[in-house]
């Protein structure tokens, strides 16, 4: 039990997602909007570690076998490198790079 509060409340990313985050977005919203937010954000956040705790009890089994992880890797890879090329081609860098070798 300590082990898992020391890993929740010693984690920095709680902090940079909740108080940096979260309040920079919500400081664009006035009134009751506010509150909406902040219901929302709540709602959002209990929603995912919920169906993540019960996807991960769910999956169990299935990643028992080597396939599975092969899979998931694998898809973690394509993500991965479509997320840095849409930052290099939104940055310019693509076409510079392209210009170079043409």
Not at 4 to 9: F, G, R, S, Y
Not at 60 to 66: D, I, N, S
Request: aromatic share 16%; glycine share 6%; net charge positive.
């Amino acid at each position: 039990m300590l082990t898992t509060l020391a890993i929740t409340l010693l984690n920095p990313h709680v902090y940079l997602d909740t108080v940096v985050l979260l309040g920079s977005i919500s400081s664009t919203y006035v009134g009751q909007s506010r509150y909406l937010f902040a219901g929302g954000a709540v709602s959002a956040s209990f929603l995912w570690f919920f169906l993540l705790s019960y996807g991960a009890a769910v999956l169990a089994p299935l990643f028992k076998r080597t396939i599975t992880w092969r899979i998931l890797y694998s898809l973690i890879f394509l993500v991965m490198w479509r997320i840095a090329y849409s930052l290099l081609e939104f940055a310019g860098i693509l076409d510079a790079m392209k210009s170079l070798f043409l």
